[in-house]
């Protein structure tokens, strides 16, 4: 089945600054990359997603590249503010009945002021 | 638009009592569902998806059972607890196929005592 490897576990910026989160995904047939911010207590909600057949994806302070060679894609957050603090799942799904995500283990971001 | 509940959002529970977590959707037919378990600051780990009524996937074997009973109900069981189910369940819901985001429940903490 597929694997998803995400790092860091942690990441602590200051405010303004850049955060960068890394994901591997080990099946080459995953064409679905969704990204998922969750905040204490509450459930995962989606903030952006890219499909196999596009390198780049962005919404406003938020971007997503996809690397199919190296299977690799990585949320980008630009001018970080203390509301991005939250925990960032990646996820990968391969084109198979059921539509199942295999999720990485999390990052927690904290932003600074 | 398309809503998803689950209830009840906390429950504390002694170790051996049953358990019934409910999801409903709204706004939709014939979605797929999702159970997921989260134990505190960990990742999300899949117990059970559906893609129709009736239609139950079990990804890990376990204390728990999942009923489909309806098209946009899905239920989440267990006749004994144990204190290893302890932890924050999420019921998810997606477009039937692939390549679709999931949109996560509020959640409910279960606490076994």
């Known amino acids: 089945g597929e694997n998803v490897e995400q790092h860091p576990s942690t990441l602590s910026v200051q405010e303004g600054d850049s955060a960068v989160i890394k994901c591997t995904y080990s099946d080459s047939a995953s064409n679905y990359f969704p990204w998922y911010k969750q905040e204490l207590g509450k459930g995962p909600q989606l903030i952006i997603d890219?499909?196999?057949?596009?390198g780049e994806k962005k919404d406003q302070r938020i971007a997503v590249t996809l690397n199919k060679t190296a299977k690799h894609f990585s949320l980008h957050i630009t001018e970080t503010q203390p509301e991005d603090s939250a925990v960032y799942f990646c996820a990968a799904s391969l084109p198979r009945a059921g539509n199942k995500l295999t999720f990485g283990g999390g990052t927690r971001v904290l932003v600074k002021p | 638009s398309q809503t998803i509940h689950q209830w009840p959002a906390t429950l504390v529970q002694p170790v051996g009592s049953p358990l019934s977590l409910e999801c409903t959707v709204e706004?939709?037919?014939?979605?797929?569902l999702y159970w997921y378990r989260q134990a505190a600051g960990r990742g999300l780990q899949l117990l059970f998806y559906?893609?129709?009524?009736?239609?139950i996937s079990s990804e890990v074997p376990q204390n728990l059972s999942a009923s489909r009973p309806q098209d946009r109900q899905f239920i989440l069981s267990s006749k004994k607890l144990l204190l290893s189910d302890s932890g924050f369940y999420l019921c998810a819901w997606s477009r039937a196929g692939p390549d679709y985001g999931y949109t996560f429940g509020s959640g409910t903490r279960l606490t076994v005592v």
């Open positions: 559906s893609v129709g009524i009736g239609q």
């Open positions: 706004g939709t037919s014939n979605p797929n």
């Open positions: 890219i499909r196999s057949n596009v």
